[in-house]
T-cell receptor, first 108, second 113 residues
Framework: KNEVEQSPQNLTAQEGEFITINCSYSVGISALHWLQQHPGGGIVSLFMLSSGKKKHGRLIATINIQEKHSSLHITASHPRDSAVYICAVGGGADGLTFGKGTHLIIQP | DAGITQSPRHKVTETGTPVTLRCHQT?????MYWYRQDPGHGLRLIHY???????DKGEVSDGYSVSRSKTEDFLLTLESATSSQTSVYFC????????????FGQGTRLTVV
């Protein structure tokens, strides 16, 4: 069973700061997902990646398959980025294995 | 946004009563999943389906059953609800089992009193 660890668990930063959230996993995978969940809200897929780097607006996700590690970066952070960010790895037909999430608060 | 709808969105029920949660999709995706989300545990897989009438157990399946009689609907049933099943339940869909994006419903908050 894949173990997925995220760090930090909680992060408070000031508006405009560069944010990094880390994810490591124990077993080789075919794809890694970054998800976002706002308080009381649903879960939205931000990225799915199997190699290299992807960028969407102010969000950047990278993955190092050899190191079994991924990072999610937020540039020029804004209070609306406050949410829980969840890393998940896909092991096949039996669904995703999730990290416990990183609670991010961006203060104005 | 992917067409995936969960109902009900909120429910309070008494211990020992049966409860059914519904997940409906309009994307014609083959794979459907039920997860529960609890503080300190993150999301965990309850059951999944890889086609009509094809289902299998996940990590935390005890006390739950599922059915999928149509591609678009995946039902989760708690035969006799217990307080330990108080949780937020999420349905998810994906087109195939590997390297495809997963789409999630808005969640169902279930409270068993």
């Amino acid at each position: 069973k894949n173990e997925v660890e995220q760090s930090p668990q909680n992060l408070t930063a000031q508006e405009g700061e560069f944010i990094t959230i880390n994810c490591s996993y124990s077993v080789g995978i075919s794809a890694l997902h970054w998800l976002q969940q706002h308080p009381g809200g649903g879960i939205v897929s931000l990225f799915m990646l199997s190699s290299g780097k992807k960028k969407h607006g102010r969000l950047i996700a990278t993955i190092n398959i050899q190191e079994k590690h991924s990072s999610l970066h937020i540039t020029a952070s804004h209070p609306r980025d406050s949410a829980v960010y969840i890393c998940a790895v896909g092991g096949g037909a039996d669904g995703l294995t999730f990290g416990k999430g990183t609670h991010l608060i961006i203060q104005p | 946004d992917a067409g995936i709808t969960q109902s009900p969105r909120h429910k309070v029920t008494e211990t020992g009563t049966p409860v059914t949660l519904r997940c409906h999709q309009t994307e014609n995706h083959r794979y459907m999943y039920w997860y529960r989300q609890d503080p300190g545990h993150g999301l965990r897989l309850i059951h999944y389906s890889y086609g009509v009438k094809d289902t299998d157990k996940g990590e935390v399946s005890d006390g739950y059953s599922v059915s999928r009689s149509k591609t678009e609907d995946f039902l989760l049933t708690l035969e006799s609800a217990t307080s330990s099943q108080t949780s937020v339940y999420f349905c998810a869909i994906s087109e195939s089992s590997r390297n495809t994006e997963a789409f999630f419903g808005q969640g169902t908050r279930l409270t068993v009193v």
